[in-house]
């Protein structure tokens, strides 16, 4: 049986339940966070599933001291974690213009994609789990590439998943002898909240192809950036 511990944001809804669901499946461990209790309904339900391999935990990936926490509880209960799959995400969908700009909405889309995971990752580096390889997902978004051609839309979004590629660049070339691999992965147009019914991907084909994605990551493809099929995407 898998023994992994998995970490997942943003894991009530979505991809992030459709992710959590998978590894549970996988027999993984899973640490699924969210913001609010008033959002865990369907994480509860597979809590009664998975008593003993899923463990709800409240974080607001905009909050420092919410991140704190998560990190101290999990360094109590002597957790190591072998995947962070940072998939918290936050659109700014209004902003399609720069005549018309809603710069808190552009803010929020820099703190939920671009500086939660930054943040993220240095509080819980202390736990990963060294005795083999370690793996961090930044869930991203082809909008975010500087050299795909594209119209021009969600400024604050696209900026920030830029930024989010840059932190797996980084992430990747400094962590690589401490045996941890980085990887950006965009999860296709999909049909959830942000995505629409309008979006072309299932969430559970999307998850799935993540998660195959991550299991191709190695030291060796460090610091890249895939699509859910597993086709390298320009940065």
């Keep these: 049986m898998n023994d992994e511990v998995v970490l997942i944001t943003g894991a009530n809804r979505g991809i992030g339940l459709a992710l959590t669901k998978q ?38 990936i905009t ?9 101290n509880n999990l360094s109590q209960r002597n957790i190591s974690l072998d995947l962070i799959i940072n998939n918290a ?7 399609q213009s720069i005549h018309a700009i809603n710069y808190a909405d552009a ?3 820099f703190k939920v994609n671009a500086l939660g995971p930054l943040f993220l990752t240095h509080c819980l580096l202390s736990l990963l789990n060294k005795s083999r390889l370690c793996k961090i997902a930044i869930i ?16 604050g979004y696209r900026m920030s998943k830029a930024a989010a590629n ?9 962590l690589a002898d401490d045996n941890v691999a980085v990887v950006s992965v965009h999860p296709g147009w999909v049909q959830t909240d942000m995505g629409g019914s309008a979006a072309q991907e299932n969430v559970n084909d999307s998850a799935l192809g993540i998660m195959q994605v991550i299991a191709n990551l190695s030291i060796d493809n ?14």
């Design 23 to 60: 590894y549970l499946i996988n027999g993984c461990n899973v640490i699924a966070t969210c913001r609010d209790d008033a959002t865990t309904t369907e994480l509860i339900s597979l809590k009664a599933q998975f008593s003993d391999k899923l463990l709800i935990e409240l974080m607001d």
């Design 107 to 109: 803010e929020l889309s």
């Design 63 to 71: 909050c420092p001291e919410t991140i704190h926490r998560l990190a």
């Design 166 to 174: 840059m932190l797996t660049v980084n992430l990747s070339t400094e």
């Design 222 to 235: 460090t610091g890249k950036f895939y699509d859910f099929n597993g086709e390298q995407l320009p940065f």
């Design 89 to 95: 995400g936050y659109l700014d969908s209004n902003n």
């Design 140 to 155: 991203s978004s082809s909008k975010g590439s500087l050299s795909k051609p594209q119209s021009v839309d969600w400024y």
